[in-house]
T-cell receptor, first 113, second 112 residues
Framework: ETGVTQTPRHLVMGMTNKKSLKCEQH?????MYWYKQSAKKPLELMFV???????ENNSVPSRFSPECPNSSHLFLHLHTLQPEDSALYLC????????????FGQGTRLTVV | SQQGEEDPQALSIQEGENATMNCSYK?????LQWYRQNSGRGLVHLIL?????REKHSGRLRVTLDTSKKSSSLLITASRAADTASYFC????????????FGQGTTLQVKP
């Protein structure tokens, strides 16, 4: 266990559904991240939050909507997704954004049908 | 944009042998990190080497960094079947925005 918990672990949703991914960290970190991992592709950084403020949006489509109510929780709201959005979504946290390692959750395996 | 590129993409060795993976990157960095991922799971941080360091050790792991060549290597000595996983390098740029950019990874299989 890395101290970063993601729920659910698996999610199957239709293209018209709305769902949310949740991430919680118990490490007292100030930065949190969403990554997308698709087959045969490198991990893609989606969003960075530092002290609850979004500092990076890596040109992510608006059908992905992040929310960071406090430094311990991060959500990814999903709506009107496409089958190509099926992937492993990984949340991570770190003490700060610079010069430090990231601690990852186990990921949510998302399948869009 | 992809920063790190690992080489080889796949590596298969016998238990007890050493495994070497290489990573190249394109822009200036603050640090370079190596992570491990077991199939379909989250990533686990292995080691971080700063841009002013040339070599770092952690247990059976040895990491080198050559900033002039923009490359790094990860050596796993005396490999075990449990080392079977994917290994990724990741770079932190100099902008300090938290942008940790990953390479495509090397899939290592250690046969017992």
């Amino acid at each position: 266990e890395t101290g970063v918990t993601q729920t659910p672990r698996h999610l199957v949703m239709g293209m018209t559904n709305k769902k949310s991914l949740k991430c919680e960290q118990h490490l007292g970190h100030n930065a949190m991240y969403w990554y997308k991992q698709s087959a045969k592709k490198p991990l893609e950084l989606m969003f960075v939050y530092n002290f609850k403020e979004q500092t990076e949006n890596n040109s992510v489509p608006s059908r992905f909507s992040p929310e960071c109510p406090n430094s311990s929780h991060l959500f990814l709201h999903l709506h009107t997704l496409q089958p190509e959005d099926s992937a492993l979504y990984l949340c991570a946290s770190s003490p700060r954004t610079e010069n430090t390692e990231a601690f990852f959750g186990q990921g949510t395996r998302l399948t869009v049908v | 944009s992809q920063q790190g590129e690992e080489d080889p993409q796949a590596l298969s060795i016998q238990e007890g042998e050493n495994a070497t993976m290489n990573c190249s990157y394109k822009t200036s960095i603050n640090n370079l990190q190596w992570y491990r991922q077991n199939s379909g799971r989250g990533l686990v941080h292995l080691i971080l080497i700063r841009s002013n360091e040339r070599e770092k050790h952690s247990g059976r792991l040895r990491v080198t960094l050559d900033t002039s060549k923009k490359s790094s290597s990860l050596l796993i000595t005396a490999s075990r079947a449990a080392d079977t996983a994917s290994y990724f390098c990741a770079t932190h740029g100099s902008s300090n925005t938290g942008k940790l950019i990953f390479g495509q990874g090397t899939t290592l299989q250690v046969k017992p």
